[in-house]
């Protein structure tokens, strides 16, 4: 069993910049697709960044060049740097670890980040 625990979330200028954390308990954390998620009010949640056990990444497209995201397994962290941010990033964001053998989803409970001014 896997827990994810968020945070970084908060209210932030649009321009600005967040760093979220997702910090995972459990072994094999080296293994795990990780993943951030956000869903904003209204609409369907959305892959944001995904990052692989060996470090590739991949990023909506609304999001590159803006975002980062990054993993420590020593740690057993991955983290989203968020930078020239826009209001339309406001969203409740989430970490997912995928587990490939056997195929597991694991979710964390979410955190808030507004852009406004």
């Known amino acids: 069993q896997v827990q994810l625990v968020e945070s970084g979330g908060g209210l932030v200028q649009p321009g600005g910049s967040l760093r979220l954390s997702c910090a995972a308990s459990g072994s094999g954390f080296s293994m795990y697709v990780m993943a951030w998620y956000r869903q904003a009010p209204g609409k369907l949640r959305e892959l944001v960044a995904r990052?692989?056990?060996?470090?590739?990444?991949n990023y909506v497209d609304s999001v590159k060049g803006r975002f980062a995201i990054s993993r420590d397994n020593a740690k057993n962290t991955v983290d989203l740097q968020m930078n020239s941010l826009k209001p339309e990033d406001t969203a409740a964001y989430y970490c997912?670890?995928?587990?490939?053998?056997?195929?597991?989803?694991?979710w964390g409970q979410g955190t808030l980040v507004t852009v406004s001014e």
């Open positions: 997912k670890a995928v587990q490939i053998i056997p195929l597991r989803e694991y």
């Open positions: 990052i692989s056990s060996s470090g590739s990444t």
